[in-house]
Nanobody, 119 residues
C-alpha cells in the first residue's frame, strides 16, 4: 500500500530526498508523515503534512527538512538537507487512508528506507 524509496549513504552536510507513494484502493489520503527509528531507540515523528498542506516538524529537523506532498500522485516527500550523523536511522512513511467513501480512516506504514550519514 505504501512504497518508500530514496534512502542511502550520504556524507555529513549532504542531502537526500525520500519518497513514499500510496497505491491500491484509495478514496482519499488524509495525513501523511515520516517517522524514523535509530538502533536501540524508539520510533519518533519527523514531520507530518495534512491534506491541505499544513505541516509540522520535530524540533530536531526544523530548518533542515521539508515535507511535501503531491495529492494527484498520492505521494509524500521528505527533502533532507544539512544531514548530520545523528539523522542516521530507518525512515518510515505513514499515511491515513480512506479506502472507500463510507469506510474508516486507517493507518498504513511503508516498509522503511535506511538513511546513513557518515564520512
Amino acid at each position: 500500500q505504501l512504497q518508500a524509496s530514496g534512502g542511502g549513504l550520504v556524507q555529513p552536510g549532504g542531502s537526500l530526498r525520500l519518497s513514499c507513494a500510496a497505491s491500491g484502493n484509495i478514496f482519499s489520503v488524509n495525513s501523511m508523515a515520516w517517522y524514523r527509528q535509530a538502533p536501540g531507540k524508539e520510533r519518533e515523528l519527523v514531520a507530518s503534512i495534512m491534506g491541505r498542506g499544513w505541516t509540522d516538524y520535530a524540533d530536531f529537523v526544523k530548518g533542515r527538512f521539508t515535507i511535501s506532498r503531491d495529492n494527484a500522485k498520492n505521494t509524500v516527500y521528505l527533502q533532507m538537507n544539512s544531514l548530520k550523523p545523528e539523522d542516521t536511522a530507518v525512515y518510515y512513511c505513514k499515511s491515513v487512508i480512506q479506502s472507500t467513501r463510507s469506510g474508516p480512516d486507517l493507518n498504513y506504514w511503508g516498509q522503511g528506507t535506511q538513511v546513513t550519514v557518515s564520512s
